[in-house]
């Protein structure tokens, strides 16, 4: 588990913490606008507050005061300001509307496929062929060796939006549609975010873990995904499943298509015992539906529907964010999502205590 | 026995000799049997009445989406809240945001439109009489279908079918493939109704300023209220279509197998969000448009001046008309246009200030060298006033589509549009209600309670939405039914619901004085607040046949000029 | 806006106000009018996207005899309004039939065109994005000539009855607006889905 402080700890949302260049963009422009703001927004009140000091009522006096039907300077007067204010405000936003929205993908960017899911984020490198879920870890970016991300993003299922404030504005996920944003992220770190677009209940626990990570460190983590589980192999788990280095498509991947690294292998005909170890838990596995779902690259594994779970190990929390990764919460999560995430889509699947014991044991091994 | 109305324009006393001339006998007496009550408001055509009606439906379902939104605000009083399920909690946030729109808001003020416009310009009735039931019990229907829906389906516990699926109801959310039940279709097929009822109102406000005007109201001497409820029916009549369209695609998916929105066929989420927002946005300038007519009649009477600027004002007023149609992208600024769409968005919205700033200076001017009273209308009208420069203020930080991309879909958009729809919108009402129901019922609010309501209306209304700016800021993002415990929002939200129950406690003060103010509540006469409109020349309540002579009008204030002869508007006009 | 009085000349002229049927008719219209526009919209966006099934090309044919037909009754009706106006019953009988009769007739075209395309093509609202937009677009349509013959229906049978007269000519005239109205979304859908889609 990557070990990474929360950046600015207390307020770790905050529009106003830019730790990116379009974040900082963004964020510059919004000083701009809040000023201008400010100012109107005190002229007018202080106007209005004076007016209705100076031109109260005073007691018993009944004469109808003058009586004025308009006057066309005043009327022009503002109207001609308020346009000239919209014109600086409109120059100034669209400055950065452009350089940011339009801005050329260098040969040094990293690209990363986000796609969207009722109620968790895949994450693919196409040029690493790695494969991840809910939490996504980006190279640091400097002005000497800069490695922005760009970010190509689509969903599985309906809207979703991906929104890291610290790291820039968000998003939207749609099917059948592919949305693109980039980020250079220039302070090493752990930043947070979620899904900003209503998904259906768990919406709220659809959250976002952004690592960035050092060059060096960045390297040793994707070294990490890239290794199958059947690389990683233990002894007891030779007999469960056939190790097969192939790896195929280098480019980008399209939604929903199969892992790229890894392939099936024969499943095993093998029954269990009753020990609560990982080959056992392993076996149960890959014997019950859970292999139709999810992932563990080296093995039999290969669902697509939910979270691919090669290297869970490395991740710091379960669910999207809904519990840290214990392996209590391991356990109980098997038993039933619900009891931490109410309406996701993964089912109790009602299996024995030792039965999901043996699970979290296998589990807690794809590191 | 003296005339119930006064024959304005047909050569009548000035002075104390209008008193005299005005039967100010409160039309209280000889109603008949309850039965024979109750089914005379069923069967009536009559607009005073039908309007009552649209009010006091739309206080009903206030009340019922004021307590919605007490439960939400309930389960976000801090974090990981298990008060609600989230299940119930979606159903919440989506019927408060329906209920509100469609059937607190739309009803209310098609409701004083409908009393007030034909009373404004002289007329005995409404274009369409019948059309003008039909509309009302369209939409009373569609309202009991909808609330229907909590028993339908599962039943009370999960609160049944219930809409889930967000006041928007993005696609492809709502096609059968991820809402297999029936919350999308009771959301689609109740605002369908309601939508004609809407139609039907908008058609008849507009034939009836065009068509029913008294002698010499030409339109430039239409009282603003009659130019403001005509031009936002026009934007009903051009928003709300658009809305049907899409509901009708909807249920072709749904029930047809058709593929509007369908992303396996080739189908497109953005479409929906399009062709929703090109009803969204003029829907909401249909919402203010009113509380501004209500602004426009009630600042001056309580400035003693003329309203500052009157065709300016009728031009604005038709102008953000117009404009406002060309605004709706900027609800998708995130969703994936090109940067030449976020920038035509960007300028189309920022340009709606104008004419909307031109109206806020105009009231200050109408205010400036008067002699302003501080009855409860102009109470709520001042504070809407401030209220309204800081919503238009945060729309126009939303407009910057650079910015909006942090800000979208966050609780500062929450912020900004409460600001708007309560600081300004149910601001004005309140003010409207003050000022109109002595017209109304005969009777006078008591000024007091008035007071109470206001003052923690205010307190409550900023505790809650000054405050809910910041948890946007700090990237709390909207429709969430619980947030995590370490982002810096729990305070803020805490603050956020204590404002909601004290608006709550505001707003039931207003109910009690309501309802023991048309018992005991002192007589109003034909024209307590000493206004200058038609409305006010004939008794409160109005009889049936609302003036006994047609009125002739020679100028803006046709009561001015009574009151004033030596100093009639028509020589300035 | 002036704060010094003006002289005025008393306008002594007729109180003149728009009649209220075109003006509610001529909102209703430009209500439809929207809704119409949104379904020509989602039809022309999706033109070209469908990821499988008859493409419009394939298998739509040009209506030409029925939009005759149909566009030829606005001048039928026209002639009815002109009867009605100059108070000849009977030639208002006449061209208010024949106007029926033509849409009787585009109506029985649509009914055929629908019946060869769902049971020769196989092509239905929930084929493909052209089935889905074209049955919603041209339903729509056909959806407001059927109320518009209704109307028109009832206003033939209170003639038939002698219940029409002359002093009705103007509430004829607001039913003829609905009538040229569909007939002119007609040419917008013809031009949308017969030209430009088949291209």
Redesign the interface.
């Known amino acids: 588990m990557a070990q990474a402080s929360l950046a600015h700890a207390s307020l770790p949302g905050s529009i106003f913490a830019p730790h990116s260049t379009p974040a900082h963009e963004e964020h510059s422009l919004s000083l701009f606008v809040l000023s201008i703001c400010l100012l109107i927004f005190l002229g007018v009140s202080g106007l209005l507050v004076y007016a209705l000091i100076r031109f109260r009522a005073r007691p018993h006096d009944t004469a109808e005061p003058p009586q004025v039907f308009g006057s066309l300077q005043i009327e022009l007067s503002w109207t001609i300001i308020p346009i000239l204010i919209i014109v600086v405000l409109f120059l100034g936003t669209a400055r950065v509307l452009f350089s940011v929205q339009d801005a050329p993908e260098p040969p040094t960017a990293l690209d990363v496929t986000v796609i969207g899911h009722q109620f968790w984020w895949e994450f693919r490198y196409p040029k690493y062929n790695v494969v991840t879920a809910n939490e996504l870890h980006l190279p640091l970016s400097t002005k000497s060796d800069p490695r922005p991300s760009f970010l190509k993003l689509t969903s599985a299922d309906v809207m979703h939006s991906f929104w890291v404030p610290q790291l820039g504005g968000k998003t939207d996920v749609l099917p059948n549609r592919v949305n693109e944003m980039w980020t250079d992220p220039l302070e090493t770190g752990l930043y947070v975010g979620q899904c900003a677009q209503f998904c259906g209940p768990e919406h709220a626990k659809m959250l976002l873990r952004v690592y960035v990570d050092t060059p060096e460190d960045f390297e040793k983590w994707i070294k990490n995904q890239q290794r199958t589980q059947a690389e990683l192999a233990q002894p007891h788990m030779a007999m469960a499943s056939m190790p097969n280095p192939g790896n195929q498509s280098a480019g980008p991947v399209p939604p929903n298509s199969p892992p790229t690294h890894g392939a099936v292998a024969a499943a095993t005909s093998t029954e269990a015992t009753d020990a609560i170890d990982a080959r056992n838990g392993q076996l149960v596995f890959e014997q019950q539906s859970c292999i139709s779902c999810h992932t563990v690259a080296g093995t039999v594994a290969n669902g697509r529907y939910g979270p691919d779970l090669t290297h869970l190990m490395s991740r710091a929390t379960i669910g999207a964010g809904a519990a840290l990764n214990t392996p209590g919460n391991l356990e109980a999560w098997i038993a039933d999502p619900n009891t931490f995430k109410p309406g996701c889509l993964m089912p109790a699947m009602h299996l024995s205590d030792r039965q999901n014991a043996q699970i979290t044991a296998y589990l807690l091994t794809l590191k | 026995m003296a005339d119930q109305s006064l024959p304005v324009g047909h050569g009548i006393p000035s002075g104390q000799g209008i008193e005299a001339a005005l039967d100010r006998t409160p039309a209280h007496g000889g109603r008949g049997t309850y039965l024979e009550v109750i089914h005379s408001w069923i069967v009536t055509v009559d607009h005073k009445k039908l309007g009552i009606l649209y009010i006091a439906y739309a206080l009903v379902f206030l009340l019922v989406a004021g307590a919605e939104a007490m439960l939400i605000r309930i389960q976000l009083i801090k974090p990981h809240n298990d008060f609600v399920s989230p299940f119930t909690f979606d159903r919440l946030f989506t019927m408060h945001g329906t209920t509100m729109v469609f059937l607190v808001g739309m009803p209310i003020l098609f409701g004083f439109g409908n009393y007030l416009v034909p009373l404004m310009i002289g007329a005995r009735d409404m274009a369409f009489p019948r059309l003008n039931a039909f509309s009302f019990w369209i939409s009373a229907f569609a309202g009991i279908l909808l609330y229907y829906s909590f028993i339908g389906g599962v039943g009370l516990s999960g609160t049944g079918s219930a809409p889930d699926i967000a006041w928007f109801a993005y696609a492809p959310l709502t096609e059968k493939a991820f809402s297999p039940g029936h919350t999308t279709d009771y959301w689609a097929i109740a605002i369908l109704a309601s939508g004609i009822g809407s139609i039907g109102t908008a058609i008849n406000i507009i034939a009836t300023v065009f068509c029913m005007r008294c002698k010499g109201m030409t339109l430039m001497r239409l009282p603003l209220l009659a130019w403001l409820y005509a031009t936002m029916s026009f934007l009903a009549l051009v928003a709300i279509s658009p809305l049907t369209a899409c509901q009708a695609m909807l249920l072709i998916d749904r029930y047809l197998g058709g593929h509007f929105f369908d992303t396996q066929a080739g189908g497109s989420a953005i479409l929906w969000a399009h062709f929703f927002w090109i009803f969204g946005h003029p829907e909401v300038y249909v919402l203010v448009l009113p509380p501004f007519a209500f602004a426009n009649e009630i600042i001056p009477v309580f400035s003693r001046k003329a309203i500052f600027g009157y065709p300016a004002m009728v031009a604005a007023s038709v102008g953000i008309g117009f404009i406002s149609l060309g605004v709706w992208a900027h609800h998708m600024f995130t969703i994936g246009m090109t940067s030449f769409g976020n920038a035509f968005f960007t300028l189309s919205t920022m340009l709606v200030a104008i004419p909307t700033g031109i109206k806020t200076f105009n009231w200050l001017a109408t205010i400036w060298g008067g002699k302003v009273r501080f009855e409860t209308p102009m109470l709520f009208s001042v504070a809407f006033l401030f209220q309204w420069v800081i919503a238009g203020l945060t729309g126009v930080m939303l407009s910057v589509s650079a910015w909006n991309w942090q800000l979208h879909n966050s609780y500062f958009v929450v912020a900004h549009f409460h600001y708007v729809l309560v600081g300004a919108i149910v601001f004005m009402i309140f003010a409207a209600i003050y000022y109109w129901y002595p017209k109304m019922t005969g009777r006078m609010l008591n000024e007091k309670l008035g007071k109470w309501h206001f003052w923690l209306m205010v307190v409550g209304f900023h505790m809650t939405f000054d405050v809910m700016h910041f948890p946007g800021l700090l990237g709390m993002p909207r429709q969430i039914y619980t947030y995590e415990p370490d982002r810096g929002w729990n305070t803020l939200n805490f603050i956020i619901t204590i404002g909601a129950f004290i608006q709550a406690i505001a707003v039931l003060i207003f109910v009690y004085n309501m309802v023991h103010s048309y018992f005991r509540g002192e007589d109003a006469g034909p024209d307590p607040w000493d206004a200058w409109t038609l409305e006010w020349a004939t008794a409160s309540p109005p009889p049936a046949y609302n003036f006994a002579v047609e009125p002739e009008v020679a100028s803006r204030r046709p009561l001015w000029d009574v009151k004033h002869p030596e100093d009639p508007d028509s020589a300035f006009e | ?6 002289e ?1 000349g008393t306008a002594q002229g007729e ?1 003149r ?4 049927g075109t ?2 008719m001529s ?2 219209i ?3 009018s ?2 119409f526009t ?2 020509v ?2 039809y022309l ?2 033109m070209g ?3 499988q099934g008859p493409t419009p090309k394939e298998v739509l044919e040009v209506p030409i005899f029925y939009t005759v037909c149909l566009l030829s009754s606005s001048f039928f009706i026209w002639l009815a309004e002109h009867a009605i106006e100059h108070a000849k019953m009977a030639a208002f009988r006449l061209w208010w039939g024949v106007t029926i009769l033509l849409g009787l007739t585009f109506l029985y075209g649509t009914a055929a065109e629908w019946y060869k395309l769902i049971v020769h093509d196989h092509l ?3 084929t ?2 052209f ?3 074209y049955y ?1 677009l041209v339903g729509l349509h056909a959806s407001h000539v059927i109320v518009g013959l209704i109307m028109m229906l009832f206003v033939m049978a209170f003639s038939l009855f002698g219940a029409v007269r002359p002093e009705h000519a103007y509430r004829v005239k607001t039913l003829a607006l609905y009538w040229h109205f569909v007939d002119a979304v007609w040419v917008v859908v013809f031009t949308v889905v017969y030209v430009v889609s088949r291209q």
Do not use: K, Q
């Open positions: 806006m002036a704060t010094i009085p003006l005025h109180w106000l728009p009649s209220r003006v509610a909102c209703l430009t209500a439809e929207t809704i949104i379904f919209v989602a966006y999706y996207r469908d990821v239905t609202i929930s493909n994005l089935g889905t937009t919603s």
